[in-house]
C-alpha cells in the first residue's frame, strides 16, 4: 500500500502525459480525418485515390511500425528533425486520422440525398449544404463510433511508451524497475487508464442523450 | 412572361433514355401540371428544371438564364425556384423556424431577426404558428409538407416546383396541402407540379401535360385533357386513374 502510495505522484505525473498526448492527438486526428473523409467524397478521382491510398496505408499497417518508420526512419532524413513528443503524437493522430476518416465517410454517406438536395434546391452551396446540413447530422450518427476509436487512441498512447516518452505507462515500468512490485503497480496503472476511459464513455452518452432531446 | 423554357431536354442515366426529347415553355403565373405512369420520367423532368439531374442534352432557360451554361451560378438560380420534395427532406437536427430560416440566411444572407419575423409569418400562412419550435420528427406528414413548403417560400421564389408532394400523405393530410398549394396559385405563384391528384390538376391547373416514356404525349387545359383526351395513350392512361 505504502509502495503505491509513493508510486501514485509519479503515475500522476505520467497520466498528465498521457492525456495531453491523447488530447492533442485527438484534436488533430479529427480534422486530419475529416479533410481525408471530404477527399475521398470529392468528385475528382486523384483526390479520392490520395485519401485511400492513406487511408489503406495505415490501416494496412501496425501502428508500432507507424511509430517506428515517423519517429527512427524519418529522423534519418536529413530535412527532418522531430523530437520523441512529437513523432509520439503525430503517430497517433496520423492513427487516428486514418480511422476517423473511414467512420466520416460513412457517416456523411449515411445521409439521405434528399437532405443534400433539399440544401441545394434552397440555393445553399456544395459547402453550406456539407456544413449546416449534412455534418451535423452526420456527427450526431457517428459519435459512438467516435468514441469508440477515441478510446482505442487513448490506449495506443501507451506504445509511446518504447520510444522514452514518460507516459503512464512508462512511469510504471520505471516505478516497478525501483519497486520491484510489478503486481501492484501494473494494477494501478490499469486502474487510471480505465477510469479515464470510463468517463470518456460517460461523456459520450452524456452527449448522446443531449442530442437526442433535440 | 415566359419562365421556364425548356428545349430538346434529353436526359440519360447511362443506356437508360429518361428523357428523350421534351419542350415547352411556362408562362409567368402559370400552373402546370403533370401527369403520368410511374417511371415515365416526369419527375426527372421536374429535376431537370433547377438542375437537381444533369441535363444530358437540351437546354433549361429559367427567366432567360440557361441554367444548362457552366457560366451560369446555378445557386443563384435555385435561390428563385423552389422546390418541394415527395418525402419532404425537412432537417430532422432543426427545428421548424430553423429549417425555414436556413436558406435566406446562408444563400441570401437576411439577418437573423429578419429571417424569423418572415418565417412567422409564412408558418402563419400555411397554419402552423405553434409549431414554431417543434422538430420535424413531432410532426405529422401535413404538417411536415406544409412546412417544407413555407421553407421554400422563404426564399421568395418566383417558381415552385412540386415533385409528387402528397404521395407519402395519408389520405386524410392530403386536403391540407393542397389546399395550401390551391392559395399559392392563386396568389399568382408559377408552379410545376408532378402529381397523382387529378380532381387537383382539374381545379388548379391552367394546362395539364401527360408524359409517357420520356415525350410529352399530349398537353392540353384540364377540362379538355381530362374529357376529350386526343392520344390513345393518354386515354389508356386516363381510364386507369380516373374511376
Known amino acids: ?214 | 412572361m415566359t419562365m421556364i423554357q425548356v428545349r430538346n431536354l434529353m436526359k440519360s442515366f447511362g443506356e437508360n433514355h429518361v428523357l428523350k426529347d421534351i419542350s415547352i415553355d411556362i408562362a409567368e403565373k402559370e400552373v402546370v401540371c403533370i401527369i403520368g405512369a410511374s417511371g415515365s420520367g416526369k419527375s426527372t423532368f421536374l429535376r431537370c428544371l433547377n438542375r437537381l439531374e444533369d441535363i444530358t442534352s437540351g437546354h433549361v432557360l429559367i427567366e432567360n438564364v440557361d441554367i444548362t451554361s457552366k457560366k451560369t451560378n446555378i445557386n443563384k438560380v435555385r435561390q428563385e425556384v423552389g422546390m418541394v420534395f415527395q418525402h419532404f427532406n425537412l432537417f430532422p437536427h432543426k427545428s421548424v423556424i430553423e429549417n425555414i430560416i436556413l436558406g435566406p440566411m446562408k444563400a441570401r444572407g437576411v439577418p437573423k431577426i429578419e429571417a424569423e419575423q418572415q418565417a412567422r409569418e409564412l408558418l402563419g400562412k400555411v397554419g402552423l404558428s405553434e409549431k414554431e419550435k417543434a422538430y420535424p420528427a413531432s410532426l405529422s406528414g401535413g404538417q411536415k409538407q406544409r412546412v417544407a413548403i413555407a421553407r421554400s417560400l422563404a426564399m421568395n421564389p418566383k417558381i415552385m416546383l412540386f415533385d409528387e408532394p402528397t404521395s407519402a400523405l395519408d389520405p386524410e393530410m392530403v386536403g391540407e396541402v393542397l389546399q395550401v398549394m390551391k392559395q399559392l396559385a392563386k396568389e399568382g405563384m408559377t408552379m410545376v407540379v408532378v402529381t397523382h391528384e387529378m380532381g387537383f390538376a382539374k381545379e388548379v391547373a391552367d394546362r395539364v401535360i401527360y408524359i409517357d416514356e420520356g415525350l410529352i404525349v399530349e398537353e392540353n387545359e384540364p377540362l379538355q385533357l381530362f374529357n376529350n383526351p386526343q392520344n390513345e395513350r393518354t386515354k389508356a392512361f386516363l381510364s386507369k386513374v380516373l374511376v
Open chain 1, 1 to 214: 500500500m505504502e509502495v503505491i502510495m509513493k508510486s501514485l505522484p509519479y503515475l500522476f505525473d505520467g497520466l498528465q502525459v498521457t492525456l495531453k498526448v491523447f488530447v492533442i492527438a485527438i484534436i488533430i486526428g479529427f480534422f486530419l480525418g475529416l479533410i481525408v473523409a471530404l477527399l475521398r467524397l470529392s468528385p475528382f478521382f486523384i483526390l479520392r485515390w490520395i485519401a485511400k491510398f492513406f487511408v489503406d496505408a495505415i490501416r494496412g499497417t501496425p501502428i508500432l511500425v507507424q511509430l517506428f518508420f515517423i519517429y527512427f526512419g524519418l529522423n534519418t532524413l536529413e530535412f527532418i528533425s522531430l523530437d520523441r513528443m512529437t513523432a509520439g503524437i503525430l503517430t497517433i493522430a496520423i492513427n487516428a486520422g486514418a480511422y476517423y476518416a473511414e467512420i466520416m465517410r460513412a457517416g456523411i454517406q449515411s445521409i439521405d440525398r434528399g437532405q443534400d438536395e433539399a440544401a441545394r434546391s434552397l440555393g445553399l452551396t456544395n459547402v453550406q449544404s456539407m456544413k449546416f446540413v449534412i455534418l451535423p447530422q452526420a456527427f450526431r450518427r457517428m459519435l459512438p463510433t467516435f468514441t469508440n476509436q477515441a478510446i482505442i487512441s487513448l490506449k495506443d498512447t501507451s506504445l509511446l511508451s518504447v520510444i522514452g516518452i514518460a507516459d503512464l505507462t512508462q512511469r510504471g515500468q520505471v516505478q516497478i524497475a525501483a519497486t520491484f512490485k510489478a503486481f501492484e503497480i501494473w494494477i494501478v496503472v490499469g486502474v487510471l487508464y480505465f477510469i479515464i476511459i470510463y468517463l470518456l464513455s460517460l461523456l459520450s452518452s452524456f452527449l448522446e442523450r443531449r442530442f437526442k432531446l433535440s
